[in-house]
Every structure is written in structure tokens, then in C-alpha cells.
């Protein structure tokens, strides 16, 4: 709730600004409160929330993440061209506030215990039912300590770092390869669209199979789609990695707090994913420009692809050798 606020507050103060310093400090506020209200927190509340459920409730928060990202472009361009940017500022800041503080208040509890229940909503006294090994709590100092965490921190650093370097540079590279403008946004979108549709299947598939074996798979998809672009020129090439790629790249993010939970439990689990975030964001920072050098060396993507694909099958690699009940 605390997020909540800093968000709804710093876009309705940039309705108001006169001075670029003021814009600039609303920008630290907005993402320190994206920090508090964002992916960590959410990703916690839904484990801790959810055991035998944890994979679709979770594939059904980031379907909401994803349909967030279609609409909201929408409505804001609606807004500034109706009412103006600096009165669209401060309606979305309101509707923030306004829509998320009653929920968080009045709705959402942080853990099942505080109204009587277990999680996946069932009756208190059914706690009874011990946790698996893979459930247990783990601290922060000993989850750093083992090798599950680093597998999965390199797993995703790696994962993650190849869909960003696509996701910048994908565009561009449809450009270079002769296509239209209004074709290269069209498959972008279709990315979009098929990450959606991965994020609600996989959460099911996640409940039902291994949770790391399921999460291998679908950065082995990553890598391999990857290497399809190498035929972006055929139709049906172009159009089987915008599904590959766009399906595994939706369940890419909601697998690592899946997977995460199943190792170290939900105790410290906040600490934990902060830990892994910051780390896989330096794949999502480096990646891209490294694809991005290796395209102005060279003026072709075909050495950043392949080396992007690799990336992809490492992380792949990484993941299957996670276990849950190990033990350091």
C-alpha cells in the first residue's frame, strides 16, 4: 500500500511540474514505490497465499501484469489527447490510488492466517498436513549459501538477458531485414499476445509437473526460437518464433518466484527474489548492449543471435540441474 501511494502521488505531482529537478525527483519516487508494489511484493503474497495452486494463481497475476502493458498505452495516449499530458498525469494517478488502496485494505491480507485460513483458501485446522521438504523455510544467508541459488541466478541471468537483447533490438533487426515498419510492430505485438497465452498455460503446466523441469523447458525454448531468426526472411520461421518465443517468454517471469518458493520457501522469500532480481537485471541490462556492439562491428545480428541462443540453453541448463531437496 505504501508503493501504492508513492506511485499515485508522484504522477499526480508530475501533472504539476515546472522544472526538470521536480520531474526527475517524482521519477525516483515512482520507482522506489514500483519497488514496494511491484513484481517482489506481489510474487510473495501469491505464495504465501498459494501451495497446490501456486502455479496458475501465479500465471493469472502476471496475465494481469501483461494486459496492464496492452491497456495502459491506450488509455494514457486517450487521455492526453483529450485532456491534455499534465491532467492525464494526474487521472492516472488518481485511478492508481483510488483502485489499489481500497483493495489492499479492505481485501487483500498478506498471509491466509490472519482470516483463519491455509493456503489455496482452505480451512484453518487443515494445516495439519506438514509441508513438503521443499516448503520448509529457508533464511536468506543460508539460501545464498546454496547451490540452488546460484543455478537459478545464473539460470535466469542468462534467460532473461537474451529476451531482453530480442525485445530492444527486435524491431531494428526486422528493419535491417527489409521489412515494413507496420509488419515489424505487428509481429512485435503478436510477441505480446503469445506471452499472454504462456503465462496462463504454464502456470496450470507448473502446478501439475516440475516446477524447475518446467522452467528448463521453456528457456530451452527461448534459446532455440532465437535461432530462427537467422531465417527471419521466411514467413513461416519468423512466425514459429514469435510463438515459441513469445509463449516461453511470458512464462519466463513468473516460473523464477515458482521455482524459488519450491526451494527456499516463503519465510524469506522477498529477500531472496530481491537478491535474484538484481542480479538477472544485469543480464537485462548487458545483453542488449552487448548485441547492440556486436551489431555495429560487424552490421549483422547473426554472431548476437547465436550467441543469445546459447545463452538461452545454458540458462536451460542451469535450471534442470536445480533441485529442490537439496540440501547446501
Same mark, same amino acid.
Given at each position: 500500500?505504501?508503493?501504492? *501511494?508513492?506511485?499515485?502521488?508522484?504522477?499526480?505531482?508530475?501533472?504539476?511540474?515546472?522544472?526538470? &529537478?521536480?520531474?526527475?525527483?517524482?521519477?525516483?519516487?515512482?520507482?522506489?514505490?514500483?519497488?514496494?508494489?511491484?513484481?517482489?511484493?506481489?510474487?510473495?503474497? *501469491?505464495?504465501? &497465499?498459494?501451495?497446490?495452486?501456486?502455479?496458475?494463481?501465479?500465471?493469472?497475476?502476471?496475465?494481469?501484469?501483461?494486459?496492464?502493458?496492452?491497456?495502459?498505452?491506450?488509455?494514457?495516449?486517450?487521455?492526453?489527447?483529450?485532456?491534455?499530458?499534465?491532467?492525464?498525469?494526474?487521472?492516472?494517478?488518481?485511478?492508481?490510488?483510488?483502485?489499489?488502496?481500497?483493495?489492499?485494505? &479492505?481485501?487483500?491480507?498478506?498471509? $491466509?492466517?490472519?482470516?483463519?485460513?491455509?493456503?489455496?483458501?482452505?480451512?484453518?485446522?487443515?494445516?495439519?498436513?506438514?509441508?513438503?521438504?521443499?516448503?520448509?523455510?529457508?533464511?536468506?544467508?543460508?539460501?545464498?549459501?546454496?547451490?540452488?541459488?546460484?543455478?537459478?541466478?545464473?539460470?535466469?541471468?542468462?534467460?532473461?538477458?537474451?529476451?531482453?537483447?530480442? @525485445?530492444?533490438?527486435?524491431?531494428?533487426?526486422?528493419?535491417?531485414?527489409?521489412?515494413?515498419?507496420?509488419?515489424?510492430?505487428?509481429?512485435?505485438?503478436?510477441?505480446?499476445?503469445?506471452?499472454?497465452?504462456?503465462?496462463? @498455460?504454464?502456470?496450470?503446466?507448473?502446478?501439475?509437473?516440475?516446477?524447475?523441469?518446467?522452467?528448463?523447458?521453456?528457456?530451452?525454448?527461448?534459446?532455440?526460437?532465437?535461432?530462427?531468426?537467422?531465417?527471419?526472411?521466411? $514467413?513461416?520461421?519468423?512466425?514459429?518464433?514469435?510463438?515459441?518465443?513469445?509463449?516461453?517468454?511470458?512464462?519466463?517471469?513468473?516460473?523464477?518466484?515458482?521455482?524459488?518458493?519450491?526451494?527456499?520457501?516463503?519465510?524469506?522469500?522477498?529477500?531472496?527474489?530481491?537478491?535474484?532480481?538484481?542480479?538477472?537485471?544485469?543480464?537485462? &541490462?548487458?545483453?542488449?548492449?552487448?548485441?547492440?556492439?556486436?551489431?555495429?562491428?560487424?552490421?549483422?545480428?547473426?554472431?548476437?543471435?547465436?550467441?543469445?541462443?546459447?545463452?538461452?540453453?545454458?540458462?536451460?541448463?542451469?535450471?534442470?540441474?536445480?533441485?529442490?531437496?537439496?540440501?547446501?
Amino acid at each position: 500500500m505504501g508503493g501504492a *501511494v508513492l506511485i499515485g502521488a508522484s504522477l499526480v505531482l508530475m501533472g504539476r511540474i515546472t522544472k526538470l &529537478w521536480q520531474y526527475e525527483a517524482l521519477c525516483t519516487v515512482e520507482v522506489l514505490g514500483y519497488v514496494l508494489a511491484g513484481p517482489i511484493a506481489n510474487e510473495v503474497l *501469491v505464495a504465501r &497465499w498459494f501451495r497446490q495452486r501456486r502455479g496458475r494463481a501465479m500465471g493469472y497475476a502476471y496475465l494481469g501484469l501483461g494486459l496492464g502493458g496492452v491497456v495502459a498505452p491506450l488509455l494514457v495516449n486517450h487521455l492526453i489527447t483529450r485532456y491534455g499530458w499534465r491532467s492525464a498525469m494526474e487521472i492516472v494517478g488518481t485511478l492508481i490510488a483510488a483502485v489499489l488502496l481500497p483493495v489492499g485494505i &479492505w481485501i487483500t491480507k498478506s498471509d $491466509p492466517a490472519e482470516v483463519g485460513l491455509a493456503p489455496d483458501g482452505t480451512e484453518a485446522a487443515s494445516r495439519s498436513q506438514a509441508p513438503s521438504g521443499a516448503e520448509c523455510a529457508t533464511s536468506a544467508g543460508a539460501a545464498v549459501r546454496s547451490v540452488n541459488f546460484y543455478l537459478v541466478l545464473l539460470g535466469s541471468t542468462l534467460a532473461i538477458g537474451a529476451i531482453g537483447a530480442v @525485445i530492444q533490438h527486435f524491431v531494428l533487426f526486422l528493419r535491417d531485414q527489409g521489412y515494413a515498419a507496420v509488419v515489424a510492430a505487428q509481429l512485435f505485438a503478436a510477441v505480446q499476445v503469445a506471452s499472454l497465452g504462456g503465462r496462463v @498455460i504454464v502456470g496450470y503446466v507448473a502446478d501439475r509437473f516440475s516446477k524447475t523441469k518446467t522452467m528448463a523447458l521453456c528457456y530451452f525454448l527461448i534459446g532455440a526460437s532465437v535461432l530462427l531468426l537467422r531465417a527471419a526472411n521466411q $514467413p513461416g520461421a519468423m512466425w514459429t518464433f514469435v510463438t515459441l518465443f513469445g509463449f516461453a517468454m511470458g512464462a519466463d517471469y513468473m516460473l523464477i518466484p515458482l521455482v524459488t518458493a519450491e526451494c527456499f520457501g516463503t519465510a524469506a522469500l522477498g529477500k531472496i527474489l530481491g537478491l535474484i532480481i538484481m542480479g538477472y537485471s544485469l543480464g537485462q &541490462w548487458g545483453a542488449p548492449v552487448l548485441v547492440g556492439a556486436i551489431f555495429d562491428a560487424k552490421h549483422s545480428y547473426d554472431l548476437a543471435w547465436k550467441l543469445m541462443a546459447a545463452a538461452g540453453m545454458l540458462g536451460s541448463a542451469a535450471i534442470y540441474a536445480v533441485s529442490p531437496n537439496r540440501q547446501n
